[in-house]
Protein backbone atom coordinates (compact mmCIF):
# COMPACT_ATOMS: atom_id res chain seq x y z
CA UNK A 1 0.00 0.00 0.00
CA UNK A 2 1.35 3.63 -1.04
CA UNK A 3 1.39 6.09 1.15
CA UNK A 4 0.66 10.16 0.63
CA UNK A 5 4.18 10.07 0.16
CA UNK A 6 4.36 8.18 -2.81
CA UNK A 7 2.30 10.56 -4.73
CA UNK A 8 3.09 12.51 -7.39
CA UNK A 9 1.05 15.77 -5.73
CA UNK A 10 3.38 15.46 -2.81
CA UNK A 11 7.06 15.27 -4.94
CA UNK A 12 5.43 18.18 -7.01
CA UNK A 13 4.83 20.07 -3.26
CA UNK A 14 8.50 18.68 -2.42
CA UNK A 15 9.84 20.37 -5.24
CA UNK A 16 8.40 23.63 -4.79
CA UNK A 17 9.32 24.12 -1.35
CA UNK A 18 12.98 23.04 -2.89
CA UNK A 19 12.59 25.75 -5.28
CA UNK A 20 11.56 28.28 -2.76
CA UNK A 21 14.28 27.53 -0.68
CA UNK A 22 16.76 28.55 -3.53
CA UNK A 23 18.34 32.31 -4.60
CA UNK A 24 15.18 33.71 -6.10
CA UNK A 25 17.88 33.98 -9.66
CA UNK A 26 18.39 30.45 -9.60
CA UNK A 27 14.25 29.65 -10.23
CA UNK A 28 13.47 30.60 -13.12
CA UNK A 29 16.31 28.72 -14.80
CA UNK A 30 15.22 25.77 -13.09
CA UNK A 31 12.23 26.35 -13.64
CA UNK A 32 12.77 26.85 -17.61
CA UNK A 33 14.79 23.61 -17.78
CA UNK A 34 11.44 21.79 -16.35
CA UNK A 35 10.06 22.77 -19.20
CA UNK A 36 12.67 21.77 -21.78
CA UNK A 37 12.95 18.34 -20.09
CA UNK A 38 9.15 17.72 -18.77
CA UNK A 39 7.15 19.84 -21.20
CA UNK A 40 5.51 23.05 -20.51
CA UNK A 41 2.59 21.59 -19.00
CA UNK A 42 4.49 20.19 -16.17
CA UNK A 43 6.71 23.84 -15.65
CA UNK A 44 3.32 25.29 -15.37
CA UNK A 45 2.17 23.01 -13.06
CA UNK A 46 5.18 23.21 -10.96
CA UNK A 47 4.66 26.94 -11.11
CA UNK A 48 1.38 26.89 -9.51
CA UNK A 49 2.94 24.56 -7.03
CA UNK A 50 5.39 27.01 -6.17
CA UNK A 51 3.21 30.14 -6.06
CA UNK A 52 1.03 27.83 -3.99
CA UNK A 53 3.63 26.61 -1.21
CA UNK A 54 4.75 30.72 -1.25
CA UNK A 55 1.43 31.66 -0.36
CA UNK A 56 0.80 28.41 2.36
CA UNK A 57 4.13 30.22 4.38
CA UNK A 58 3.37 33.55 3.95
CA UNK A 59 -0.23 32.46 5.58
CA UNK A 60 2.02 30.20 8.36
CA UNK A 61 4.16 33.32 9.01
Not at 7 to 24: G, V
Request: glycine share 4%; charged share 40%; proline share 3%.
Amino acid sequence: MKGYSNTEEHRRACEARQILAWPFEKRRPYLEMVGKRRGEAAQKELEMEVKRQYQLAKAAA
